[in-house]
């Protein structure tokens, strides 16, 4: 049975990590094993602990429905989460790694370098292991705080695992960078995205403590959204409203040659990358509409 790692910034409080957790051990897809920060690492990026020991302790979590789950507890970074399974928690190298639910969405390069879920996921993919990094909206009124808030988040997070596991990533693809909107329906579109600039225009705050000395707060204010980030996951996301699926590849140099060998294998990986992902857009549709067949039942309608 293949074996995945799950990891998030979060901890192991996070109803969205619980959710995804439970869903996982009920699709049965492979053994489960949860490594996870002892407190929340949020915007932690990939960083990891060299200036101080780590401690591991484990702790059993109460999932929801019965179910519950052995998690190992890290006090470092998510980045140190992943070597830590690696390097002696996990008796085998896992097949898939998964970071996430995160509590908030993680879209825009600006997040790829900053977010803690998309570095779990990346230190999977730099110790050779396909991976996955999920996150979702969080609404501005309230946080929820249960797993069931996030139960189709979690099927529909888990049915993507359960596809790498299947197909394996398309050739040149490191790892799926996936955003979910809070509220999913068998209507929410899919959509296949490229990454957008920045979501924030951040500022700084300057105030004074008690004996006069300034200190600093980072504050951030959201830009407009407009027709020139159609088929970005900021977009897709903010405007859309759509589960975004982010294909990301980690190599960044700039390629100073660049020949026509070059230009027709390109082009075969990205036409094959669409094909294998448009599979995966189907397949998520399909299981949307089953989602809202049992949500709704037979010859009730939709309030």
């Excluded at 302790?57 to 989460?81: H, Q």
């Excluded at 924030?200 to 959201?222: H, M, V």
Aim: hydrophobic share 40%; proline share 6%.
């Amino acid at each position: 049975m293949p074996s995945i790692l799950v990891t998030n910034d979060d901890g192991v409080n996070s109803p969205a990590l619980r959710s995804l957790w439970r869903a996982l051990l009920d699709k049965e897809i492979g053994e489960v094993t949860c490594v996870v920060p002892e407190r929340e690492m949020s915007a932690a990026g990939k960083g990891v602990t060299l200036h101080k020991p780590l401690r591991v302790r484990e702790i059993y979590a109460k999932l929801g429905r019965g179910k519950y789950g052995k998690a190992y507890l890290v006090s470092g970074t998510p980045g140190d989460c992943v070597m830590i399974a690696l390097g002696e928690i996990m008796a085998d190298k896992p097949d898939l790694v998964v970071s996430g639910i995160n509590m908030g969405d993680n879209i825009t390069v600006d997040n790829l370098f900053t977010s803690g879920t998309i570095a779990g996921a990346i230190q999977g993919v730099l110790n050779g292991i396909p991976a996955v990094a999920f996150s979702a909206e969080i609404p501005e009124t309230h946080k929820p705080t249960t797993p069931e808030a996030f139960s189709i988040h979690g099927r529909v997070a888990a049915e993507i695992a359960a596809w790498i596991l299947e197909n394996g990533l398309p050739e040149g693809v490191d790892l799926l960078n996936v955003n979910f909107p809070f509220r999913i329906s068998d209507d929410t579109p899919v959509r296949l995205t490229r990454l957008g600039w920045t979501k924030f225009e951040n500022y700084i705050l300057e105030r004074l403590d008690p004996r006069g000395k300034p200190y600093y707060w980072i504050g951030s204010n959201p830009l407009s959204v407009g027709e020139r980030e159609r088929g970005t996951d900021l977009y897709a996301l903010m405007v859309e409203r759509a589960i975004s699926i982010t294909p990301v590849r980690l190599q960044a140099t700039f390629p100073l040659k660049f020949g026509d060998r070059d230009c027709e294998l390109m082009k075969k990986r990205s036409a094959e990358a669409n094909r294998k992902l448009q599979e995966l857009v189907r397949r998520l549709k399909a299981l949307l509409g089953e989602i809202a067949k049992v949500r709704v039942p037979k010859g009730r309608g939709r309030d």
